[in-house]
Nanobody, 116 residues
């Protein structure tokens, strides 16, 4: 089992920045991939960014150049730095971990609202 606790969401104006953090605990040695998904009202959950254990990253096209995912294996955390935020980035953001065998674990979600 892996437990994920997110922090850092909130309300920000367009063009602003937020940093999301996710702390993992439990069977962390089995985590292969950590990432962030988001789900806006009436829309499907989508992958925003992911980082593999080897350091390779993957981003949703619409956030490339604006968002940066980073993973600190020593602290068992994954962060998402979000810059130049747009209203369309408004969603609930979920931390995700994939362990050996393909089982997924999710955090509780944190609301990000981009509005003037």
């Amino acid at each position: 089992q892996v437990q994920l606790v997110e922090s850092g969401g909130g309300l920000v104006q367009p063009g602003g920045s937020l940093r999301l953090s996710c702390a993992a605990s439990g069977s962390i040695v089995s985590i292969n991939v950590m990432g962030w998904y988001r789900q806006a009202p009436g829309k499907r959950r989508e992958l925003v960014a992911a980082v593999l254990s080897g350091g390779n990253t993957n981003y949703l096209n619409s956030v490339k150049g604006r968002f940066t995912i980073s993973r600190d294996n020593a602290k068992n955390t994954v962060n998402l730095q979000m810059n130049s935020l747009k209203p369309e980035d408004t969603a609930v953001y979920y931390c995700n971990a994939v362990v050996t065998g393909g089982v997924r674990f999710w955090g509780q979600g944190t609301q990000v609202t981009v509005s003037s």
